[in-house]
């Protein structure tokens, strides 16, 4: 009897344990739907910088290089790693064979060419690189050779990102309005609905690479059927479908909601950590703030951690440090970051009198579209009063405010956020052009030293050198780290948390 | 009565023109715009231009507005700056569902309002008139999305009766889509239904006061029938005016509800035109709702001549 009951208890057991191999073994087939904070504004990831369209598009457009484990540049549409030569001036990328686009011709060096061409004429960043960029040629048609006037490091980070992306479609499709979404990655484009959804199908002919997967980069594999990116602007929303089990995957969630996705049957949260950082981005072109000693006493008066806890309330999803890189990134340095965090109002007081400040009106615009963004300038402006600086807060929609700052006579600061970019270049306090207009000649030898740089270990030194300027010369206020809320179903099995999530690889468990 | 409908028409065309010409000139007046919020946060201003002057909206505002008009006459609503498709194709994509949803949440309103506001003013002052005012001062007091997140914790979350949001997935059939309108219409039938019972109540209470209804009354004829023959049909006229108003407002777009549920329905298209700053969808999608208000009004005021036969109209 007991070897009866042994032996049915050994076959239950082994039956179990098939069951659980079963689940974590990956499965063609079914359809997810993906709850997006919104409707993308194009699908062309080229002409946007907007996180929703990256995240959409890098499901069916493919870049040569992308971004693997601890943000590395890996190849994708390359068969390696470029090859630079000439002093950091040539760029020689060996393109990978038998690559088939969606309408089922085969990706040659032509095509390249002509998709790098338009993104140097149409897509922000691409434009950005085409400042360097001499000549985009292809030797043969498996090889491409980029060749710049002065070395460029970030090259290979522009040709990496997912947004403002340097996609490859068919040299006769590569118009710089696209007609139609033909590319090489694993899913296609099949229908939108606007406000609706994008839906997108299988491509059966993707060829993936053969190297192990590491977040965007290695082999890619479709294993659903289908994927379905339903817009839902409103958080609770999403909250609700994922609490209810409609959407396999619910992105960008308020942090309240995470007791409630805890413990639940047909979701769990997601945390992406440490996803980016609030940011107070300051005027130093024009107006009150342009005067560096006002920018000083600015800093001096904030409390970055009380902030972020207004911003954010529960510990598990902020972290207050000064340094603009979060540990863990290889940019990551304190040098400086001990003037962060202060909150010290009679310093900021004598520091502003001493610079010359006399009461003008500093305006600070901010959104209630981004609620944390609000709560922190709430907090900032009573920190700021009590340092006895003039604050008008002015709230307006994320449009206004992000048409505003574009005129440096509208503003003296706003908040903004940014995830944490792989290359500290494409941040917008590095970008002369870019709202605060940041340009003194530090920052612009810097700037140009670490450009140029294309030793990694030599760019981080003079990265922490930037940093120290950055503290000084106080062109923004970095406020602190925080983490990303999502949620998924448990169906849902291979996920990866990442900055702009990917469903390949991912399969649904039976 | 014919010469009152053109009359009527032609003034429309007066009221279009001043809505079409507020429009223009409200989407100009607001601060952002479509290039910047297409391009992206990190979109240099010489990007932004750039998309302006592609876009045509670097152009004076006397020529656009000309422009505008001129292919306003011809019907053309122009082009949306996101969708990918003209502004009267995007306004039919959303035609469905706030159709529907209307004819939903109309139906559930009245089916609770008048039954309800006839209860109320026959058994003035009594228990259930107390109630029946009370529920519909609440109502009228809830706001719409915390009864439709209510709605979504209870029927979808706990219960899994219904789908939290969305509009069935892509070929769902037209069952499968209404009944992704059963909560939403839900949500609207009650709220509206709050005003329809107030309205309900009142003018019975003025008809049944009449001269009339005494007499039926002292006639010996059923209290039903009195109630529901003779003092309904006289009280129907404000009745209608108020479900007309309510009927308009949803054609319009129950914005907030379409907002919460997730409905491609033309008050999610305005909502989304707005943040996106898609000018051609704001305008016309205005000049649209405008006509829905007039025509709707207009057609109230025919039915008038049905209920009530000493209605003339010259």
Same mark, same amino acid.
């Given at each position: 009897?007991?070897?009866?009951?042994?032996?049915?208890?050994?076959?239950?057991?082994?039956?179990?344990?098939?069951?659980?191999?079963?689940?974590?073994?990956?499965?063609?087939?079914?359809?997810?739907?993906?709850?997006?904070?919104?409707?993308?504004?194009?699908?062309?990831?080229?002409?946007?910088?907007?996180?929703?369209?990256?995240?959409?598009?890098?499901?069916?457009?493919?870049?040569?290089?992308?971004?693997?484990?601890?943000?590395?540049?890996?190849?994708?549409?390359?068969?390696?790693?470029?090859?630079?030569?000439?002093?950091?001036?040539?760029?020689?990328?060996?393109?990978?064979?038998?690559?088939?686009?969606?309408?089922?011709?085969?990706?040659?060096?032509?095509?390249?060419?002509?998709?790098?061409?338009?993104?140097?004429?149409?897509?922000?960043?691409?434009?950005?690189?085409?400042?360097?960029?001499?000549?985009?040629?292809?030797?043969?048609?498996?090889?491409?050779?980029?060749?710049?006037?002065?070395?460029?490091?970030?090259?290979?980070?522009?040709?990496?990102?997912?947004?403002?992306?340097?996609?490859?479609?068919?040299?006769?499709?590569?118009?710089?309005?696209?007609?139609?979404?033909?590319?090489?990655?694993?899913?296609?484009?099949?229908?939108?609905?606007?406000?609706?959804?994008?839906?997108?199908?299988?491509?059966?002919?993707?060829?993936?690479?053969?190297?192990?997967?590491?977040?965007?980069?290695?082999?890619?594999?479709?294993?659903?059927?289908?994927?379905?990116?339903?817009?839902?602007?409103?958080?609770?929303?999403?909250?609700?479908?994922?609490?209810?089990?409609?959407?396999?995957?619910?992105?960008?969630?308020?942090?309240?909601?995470?007791?409630?996705?805890?413990?639940?049957?047909?979701?769990?949260?997601?945390?992406?950590?440490?996803?980016? $950082?609030?940011?107070?981005?300051?005027?130093?072109?024009?107006?009150?703030?342009?005067?560096?000693?006002?920018?000083?006493?600015?800093?001096?008066?904030?409390?970055?951690?009380?902030?972020?806890?207004?911003?954010?309330?529960?510990?598990?999803?902020?972290?207050?440090?000064?340094?603009?890189?979060?540990?863990?990134?290889?940019?990551?340095?304190?040098?400086?970051?001990?003037?962060?965090?202060?909150?010290?109002?009679?310093?900021?007081?004598?520091?502003?009198?001493?610079?010359?400040?006399?009461?003008?009106?500093?305006?600070?615009?901010?959104?209630?579209?981004?609620?944390?963004?609000?709560?922190?300038?709430?907090?900032?402006?009573?920190?700021?009063?009590?340092?006895?600086?003039?604050?008008?807060?002015?709230?307006?929609?994320?449009?206004? %405010?992000?048409?505003?700052?574009?005129?440096?006579?509208?503003?003296?600061?706003?908040?903004?956020?940014?995830?944490?970019?792989?290359?500290?270049?494409?941040?917008?306090?590095?970008?002369?052009?870019?709202?605060? $207009?940041?340009?003194?000649?530090?920052?612009?030898?810097?700037?140009?030293?670490?450009?140029?740089?294309?030793?990694?270990?030599?760019?981080?030194?003079?990265?922490?050198?930037?940093?120290?300027?950055?503290?000084?010369?106080?062109?923004?206020?970095?406020?602190?780290?925080?983490?990303?809320?999502?949620?998924?179903?448990?169906?849902?099995?291979?996920?990866?948390?990442?900055?702009?999530?990917?469903? $390949?690889?991912? $399969? %649904?468990?039976? | 009565?014919?010469?009152?409908?053109?009359?009527?028409?032609?003034?429309?065309?007066?009221?279009?023109?001043?809505?079409?010409? /507020?429009?223009?000139?409200?989407?100009?007046?607001?601060?952002?715009?479509?290039?910047?919020?297409?391009?992206?946060?990190?979109?240099?201003?010489?990007?932004?231009?750039? *998309?302006?002057?592609? *876009?045509?909206?670097?152009?004076?505002?006397?020529?656009?507005?000309?422009?505008?008009?001129?292919?306003?006459?011809?019907?053309?609503?122009?082009?949306?700056?996101? *969708?990918?498709?003209?502004?009267?194709?995007?306004?039919?994509?959303?035609?469905?569902?706030?159709?529907?949803?209307?004819?939903?949440?109309?139906?559930?309103?009245?089916?609770?309002?008048?039954?309800?506001?006839?209860?109320?003013?026959?058994?003035?002052?009594?228990?259930?008139?107390?109630?029946?005012?009370?529920?519909?001062?609440?109502?009228?007091?809830?706001?719409?999305?915390?009864?439709?997140?209510?709605?979504?914790?209870?029927?979808?979350?706990?219960?899994?009766?219904?789908?939290?949001?969305?509009? !069935?997935?892509?070929?769902?059939?037209?069952?499968?889509?209404?009944?992704? *309108?059963?909560?939403?219409?839900?949500?609207?039938?009650?709220?509206?239904?709050?005003?329809?019972?107030?309205?309900?109540?009142?003018?019975?209470?003025? @008809?049944?006061?009449?001269?009339?209804?005494?007499?039926?009354?002292?006639?010996?004829?059923?209290?039903?029938?009195?109630? /529901?023959?003779?003092?309904?049909?006289?009280?129907?006229?404000?009745?209608?005016?108020?479900?007309?108003?309510?009927?308009?407002?949803?054609?319009?777009?129950?914005? @907030?509800?379409?907002?919460?549920?997730?409905?491609?329905?033309?008050?999610?298209?305005?909502?989304?035109?707005?943040?996106?700053?898609?000018?051609?969808?704001?305008? !016309?999608?205005?000049?649209?709702?405008?006509?829905?208000?007039?025509?709707?009004?207009?057609?109230?005021?025919?039915?008038?001549?049905?209920?009530?036969?000493?209605?003339?109209?010259?």
């Amino acid at each position: 009897m007991r070897k009866i009951l042994t032996a049915s208890l050994a076959g239950l057991l082994a039956a179990g344990a098939a069951t659980a191999a079963l689940a974590q073994e990956p499965r063609r087939g079914g359809v997810i739907n993906v709850a997006t904070i919104g409707e993308p504004p194009t699908l062309d990831p080229s002409v946007s910088t907007t996180d929703v369209v990256g995240m959409i598009s890098l499901h069916y457009f493919e870049t040569l290089y992308t971004f693997g484990t601890d943000w590395k540049i890996v190849p994708l549409l390359a068969a390696g790693d470029a090859q630079i030569s000439d002093g950091g001036k040539v760029y020689t990328i060996p393109l990978r064979t038998g690559v088939k686009f969606h309408d089922g011709s085969t990706m040659t060096s032509a095509d390249v060419v002509a998709s790098l061409k338009r993104w140097m004429d149409v897509a922000v960043r691409g434009k950005q690189a085409a400042a360097f960029i001499t000549d985009v040629a292809a030797p043969d048609p498996n090889t491409v050779r980029i060749t710049l006037k002065e070395p460029y490091a970030p090259l290979l980070s522009l040709l990496s990102l997912p947004t403002s992306a340097a996609i490859v479609v068919p040299a006769s499709k590569a118009q710089a309005q696209l007609a139609e979404i033909v590319g090489t990655g694993p899913y296609r484009f099949r229908e939108r609905q606007p406000d609706r959804y994008v839906l997108l199908t299988r491509f059966d002919d993707y060829v993936a690479r053969d190297d192990a997967a590491q977040v965007y980069g290695g082999k890619r594999t479709a294993w659903l059927d289908e994927i379905r990116f339903v817009p839902v602007p409103n958080a609770n929303t999403r909250v609700e479908g994922a609490l209810a089990g409609q959407y396999a995957y619910a992105d960008s969630l308020p942090v309240e909601a995470f007791p409630s996705l805890r413990g639940q049957a047909r979701t769990e949260p997601v945390v992406l950590a440490p996803f980016g $950082w609030p940011v107070m981005t300051i005027n130093t072109r024009q107006g009150t703030l342009a005067n560096q000693g006002v920018r000083q006493a600015i800093q001096t008066a904030l409390k970055p951690s009380d902030m972020l806890e207004a911003a954010f309330g529960d510990k598990a999803f902020f972290k207050p440090e000064g340094a603009l890189y979060a540990e863990g990134f290889i940019w990551h340095s304190k040098n400086g970051v001990e003037v962060y965090d202060q909150g010290n109002a009679a310093k900021a007081r004598e520091m502003a009198r001493a610079a010359g400040y006399n009461g003008q009106p500093i305006r600070i615009l901010t959104t209630q579209q981004f609620e944390f963004h609000f709560r922190m300038a709430q907090v900032a402006v009573e920190y700021l009063r009590q340092a006895g600086f003039n604050i008008d807060l002015q709230v307006s929609d994320w449009a206004t %405010l992000t048409q505003r700052r574009t005129d440096p006579a509208l503003w003296e600061a706003f908040f903004t956020h940014s995830p944490f970019l792989p290359e500290p270049a494409l941040n917008g306090y590095l970008n002369d052009q870019s709202p605060g $207009w940041w340009s003194t000649p530090e920052r612009n030898r810097l700037v140009a030293a670490f450009n140029q740089e294309s030793d990694t270990a030599k760019r981080v030194a003079v990265f922490a050198d930037l940093q120290k300027v950055v503290f000084e010369q106080v062109p923004i206020i970095k406020i602190g780290n925080f983490n990303a809320l999502a949620a998924k179903s448990p169906q849902l099995q291979g996920l990866t948390p990442a900055a702009w999530p990917f469903f $390949w690889n991912t $399969w %649904l468990k039976p | 009565m014919r010469r009152y409908v053109v009359d009527r028409l032609l003034g429309m065309v007066l009221v279009m023109l001043v809505v079409a010409t /507020m429009a223009f000139l409200i989407v100009r007046v607001i601060p952002g715009d479509p290039a910047g919020i297409m391009l992206g946060p990190d979109a240099t201003p010489a990007d932004v231009a750039g *998309l302006r002057t592609r *876009l045509g909206l670097d152009r004076p505002i006397p020529v656009q507005y000309v422009i505008f008009l001129r292919d306003l006459v011809v019907g053309d609503l122009g082009q949306s700056i996101f *969708l990918g498709r003209s502004v009267l194709q995007a306004l039919a994509d959303r035609t469905e569902p706030t159709l529907a949803l209307t004819l939903m949440a109309t139906l559930i309103a009245l089916a609770i309002g008048i039954p309800a506001g006839i209860v109320a003013a026959v058994r003035r002052g009594g228990a259930l008139d107390q109630t029946t005012r009370g529920l519909a001062m609440l109502g009228a007091s809830i706001p719409s999305f915390w009864l439709a997140l209510l709605f979504m914790q209870t029927f979808a979350v706990a219960l899994g009766w219904f789908p939290v949001a969305g509009y !069935g997935e892509p070929g769902a059939p037209f069952l499968e889509r209404m009944r992704h *309108l059963i909560m939403p219409a839900v949500v609207l039938g009650l709220i509206s239904s709050a005003l329809i019972t107030r309205f309900t109540r009142a003018s019975m209470l003025d @008809v049944l006061g009449e001269d009339y209804v005494r007499t039926a009354r002292s006639k010996g004829l059923a209290e039903r029938v009195v109630v /529901m023959k003779h003092a309904l049909r006289n009280a129907m006229i404000p009745i209608l005016t108020v479900v007309g108003l309510t009927v308009a407002v949803l054609l319009g777009g129950a914005v @907030v509800t379409e907002t919460v549920f997730g409905l491609p329905g033309v008050g999610n298209l305005v909502v989304q035109a707005v943040l996106r700053r898609d000018y051609p969808v704001i305008q !016309g999608a205005l000049i649209v709702i405008a006509g829905i208000y007039v025509l709707v009004n207009l057609v109230i005021d025919l039915l008038y001549t049905l209920i009530d036969p000493r209605v003339r109209y010259r």
